[in-house]
């Protein structure tokens, strides 16, 4: 793949060759889908609390006698199919982590950046080197990217939302004043490529990458590929 480097004006500067092999050649979607389940699936709380029939308030007594009145018989007031009663089979505190083999997590990641690199939704930066932690200049240098697009609104009635592009940057190594930059604009992320992982690159809309990150990324695919 032959892909084209920007500078932070949105000028293409150059290009890079990145060989498919490097991040596992194809993208397996049912590994990439099942390793993103579960690191959905372990950020989940799991503190969710309903309240059965034996805890919640109220006497056991049968409300009326059982014949004689033309009413359907009926026991406790604490049963689910009264106002006031405990829920039937409604959620308990539970533990949803789970684990896929580490070389399967590890591949999942390498796909991950391959898919943006395959579909067109990475973006290849000269540098990244910001003299000062403003705002305003990070958002000037994603609106020369084309990476801070017209929000649209999506669905109708209550799923009305606004969406807009998002977009994941990451560095070689962590940057202070790159997330400093960052973190007040919606919808963008910045990472180091070191704590990178399916979840976190599938999350956004777009990839991009500093020359030096794409190449930290080649090598530790190496690295763990061979492991």
């Known amino acids: 793949m032959n892909l084209k480097v920007m500078n932070t004006e949105g000028k293409e500067v150059g290009t890079v060759q990145v060989d498919p092999a490097e991040f596992g050649g194809t993208v397996n979607r049912q590994l990439l889908h099942d390793v993103v389940l579960m690191q959905l699936a372990n950020k989940r709380a799991g503190t969710h609390s309903t309240l059965r029939r034996g805890e919640v308030a109220g006497s056991t007594k049968k409300i009326f006698r059982q014949k004689g009145t033309g009413r359907a018989r009926a026991g406790t007031k604490r049963t689910n199919k009264r106002v006031g009663g405990g829920t039937a089979k409604g959620p308990k505190p539970r533990d949803y982590e789970y684990h896929m083999p580490k070389k399967a997590v590890r591949a999942a990641t390498r796909m991950a950046v391959l898919s943006k690199l395959q579909d067109q939704e990475a973006v290849i930066l000269d540098n990244l080197d910001l003299q000062e932690a403003k705002t305003g200049h990070m958002s ?11 929000k649209d609104v999506v669905g109708k009635g209550y799923d009305k939302r ?9 560095l070689d190594k962590a940057n202070e004043k790159v997330w400093l ?3 007040n604009i919606q919808g963008v992320a910045v990472l180091p490529v070191n704590e990178f992982n399916a979840l976190t690159i599938m999350r956004q809309k777009r990839l991009v990458l500093t020359r030096d990150a794409l190449e930290a990324l080649r090598k530790g695919a190496k690295a763990k590929a061979g492991a």
């Open 140 to 150: 000037k240098i994603l609106g020369a990217l084309n990476l801070r697009g017209k």
């Open 162 to 170: 606004i969406e807009g592009v998002t977009c994941l940057v990451g």
């Open 181 to 183: 930059s960052s973190r």
